[in-house]
């Protein structure tokens, strides 16, 4: 198979917009299982610190207990404020790539695939790579590919497609790139 196949992606906003909170909730779900942890670290040391019991309330360990409740009280707020303003921004973000879309009147981007590389094309930017940077995941209904070794991510499920588009697709990835787990 020396010659490429290109794929028409259109453009929808909507869904963009959901593909895109999804991602966001997806990268982030790392970022919940420490906040989880340092919520339930804060609460056994400060539980702790605070006892009435008399082996630690008359010990020297009760106040470190209560400090390290509070620094990991500082870490949880730590992370909540990174994960707002991560947010607000990422939002932000995406309201001016759609508005750019928009503006271009763009309805359609294109994967072009052959044996030697994968490009990703639409009226804003051009972005392509070999297979070997390239990998892909299935997470629930979404299909996460990411090139240039993790540093760029694209989301897609099958009714991005038309036709037997997304099977070329995924066939495509299946032969060429790794499967992340």
Do not use: C
Not at 4 to 14: A, G, H, Q, R, T
């Amino acid at each position: 198979m020396d010659e490429s196949i290109k794929l028409k992606v259109p453009f929808n906003e909507n869904r963009e917009r959901e593909h895109q909170k999804f991602f966001f909730h997806h990268t982030w779900k790392k970022g919940f299982t420490e906040l989880k942890k340092a919520i339930f670290y804060a609460i056994l040391f400060l539980s702790l610190g605070f006892s009435s019991l008399n082996f630690i309330q008359n010990n020297p360990a009760s106040t470190v207990f209560r400090y390290a409740g509070v620094i990991f009280l500082g870490y949880i707020f730590l992370l909540l404020y990174q994960y707002f303003t991560k947010k607000k921004k990422f939002y932000q973000s995406i309201e001016e790539q759609i508005n750019d879309f928009k503006r271009k009147n763009e309805n359609t981007s294109f994967i072009i695939l052959d044996k030697e590389n994968i490009t990703m094309e639409n009226s804003l930017s051009t972005i392509g790579t070999v297979w070997s940077k390239t990998s892909y995941k299935f997470v629930d209904k979404y299909l996460i590919l990411s090139i240039l070794n993790n540093n760029l991510n694209f989301i897609f499920t099958e009714t991005d497609f038309k036709g037997s588009d997304y099977k070329t697709f995924t066939s495509f990835l299946e032969q060429y790139s790794k499967q992340e787990k």
